[in-house]
């Protein structure tokens, strides 16, 4: 059994990794052996699962409030950085060295503010450039058409605009800071390839190195000003579970407790985001544009109908788009997003089964059932 399911996690990393792009390949461990799933370090859990850390977890840095982290990755971060005072006051670090002025300057990101911010895009995208294209808005006279004609521009687009969370977490859209594991001691330009290397020649950088492993960090070769907690280490996790005074207790006595107590599981929140930014999306349509033009084909002479949009209520809504339609929908984007092809047969058979998941369990139910569906799916058509 237990074999079974390592093997069953590996074929879900393997599909994981066969997905990842040149872009995607940002964290680069000086001091580790190179492995393919560091372009998920912490935006991935021991399940496989996109996550992201709960927000009550993330802490300021004292030297720099307006810096966050996880709450254990500061504490460690701020040990190392009074080691790094201490060298500099010492005398031991090289008077033109990077290491004279360092604090945290870049930290967590939210992964939910930056969801929001790209499906922004995504709405100027779609309503401002794919239904005004050919007058595509005149096609739309409720929300039933206008979810038609966002399933076509995703089939043309998504390359460019992953939709649901678990997909946007592990695009090269995201942010890697997502993860609350990694600090930046210095702000300056990632394409600055002269700097980078200068950073790497600093004649005090084996010092920055040492005290950084002193302290469970690990650094990013392409972005040597970055830091990443290495939560494997012996060093990372006396903080993770440390409980002497002043520290709080954080009880994170392994990865699983870590990403099973400090993160959400992305896919848990798919669907109900998806529905949403839907109806926010066709309800800001409407506002800008509430009366069209729908030319009728008719026996003698085409006619000329106006058509009047109406915004639609949640509430309403769920009327006759009940759980079951958003699942369905939410599986089809997902088949969407991950190019997989399936056969009519095929769909009816899952449809079915949503159907009939939907009379006798709860939504989260159906939702795992719809992950562990898409990931059997992408692995028989990558296999």
């Known amino acids: 059994m237990a074999r079974r399911i390592r093997n069953k996690v590996n074929q879900i990393k393997n599909y994981y990794l066969k997905l990842a792009t040149v872009a995607d390949r940002d964290v680069n461990l000086i001091g580790t052996n190179i492995i393919p799933i560091d372009l998920y370090y ?81 709405y100027s995208a779609f309503v401002g450039e794919y239904l005004r294209d050919q007058r595509r808005h005149a096609l739309v006279s409720s929300f039933d058409d206008f979810v038609s004609l966002f399933n076509n521009f995703l089939k043309i687009n998504i390359e460019k605009y992953p939709i649901t969370l678990s997909k946007y977490i592990i695009s090269s859209k995201c ?29 005090s950088f084996e010092l920055y190195r040492n005290t950084a492993r002193k302290y469970g960090f690990k650094i990013d070769i392409t972005v040597p000003w970055r830091l990443v907690a290495d939560i494997k280490t012996s060093e990372m996790r006396s903080y993770m579970n440390r409980s002497d005074i002043p520290y709080k207790s954080y009880g994170v006595t392994s990865t699983e ?85 399936i ?29 562990k569906k898409i990931l059997k799916l992408a692995r028989d058509q990558v296999a």
């Open 343 to 371: 056969t009519p047969s095929q769909y009816s058979k899952i449809r079915k089964k949503i159907l009939f998941l939907n009379q006798r369990k709860n939504f989260e139910y159906i939702t795992v059932f719809i992950k």
């Open 42 to 122: 912490g935006i991935i859990d021991y399940k496989s699962d996109p996550v992201y850390p709960s927000e009550a977890n993330i802490k300021e840095f004292v030297t720099n409030p307006d810096v966050l982290a996880i709450d254990f990755v500061v504490d460690a971060f701020e040990k190392f950085q009074k080691d790094i005072d201490q060298a500099v006051h010492s005398g031991r670090v090289a008077r033109n060295s990077f290491l004279n002025k360092i604090e945290p300057t870049k930290g967590w990101q939210s992964a939910t503010n930056m969801y929001h911010e790209h499906m922004s895009e995504v």
């Open 257 to 341: 407790t870590l990403f099973d107590s400090y993160y959400y599981k992305a896919y848990k929140k798919d669907a109900l985001l998806l529905k949403k930014y839907l109806i926010s999306f066709y309800n800001n349509f409407v506002a800008s544009l509430r009366f069209s033009k729908k030319v009728c084909p008719g026996t003698v002479k085409a006619t000329t109908e106006f058509v009047v949009r109406e915004q639609v209520d949640e509430y309403d809504l769920d009327q006759f788009y009940d759980d079951a339609s958003w699942a369905i929908l939410y599986f089809k984007i997902r088949l969407i997003e991950e190019k997989i092809n």
């Open 175 to 203: 942010s890697r800071r997502i993860s609350g594991l990694i600090v930046e001691v210095l702000d300056k330009d990632y394409n600055d390839t002269q700097y980078s290397q200068s950073v790497l020649d600093d004649p």
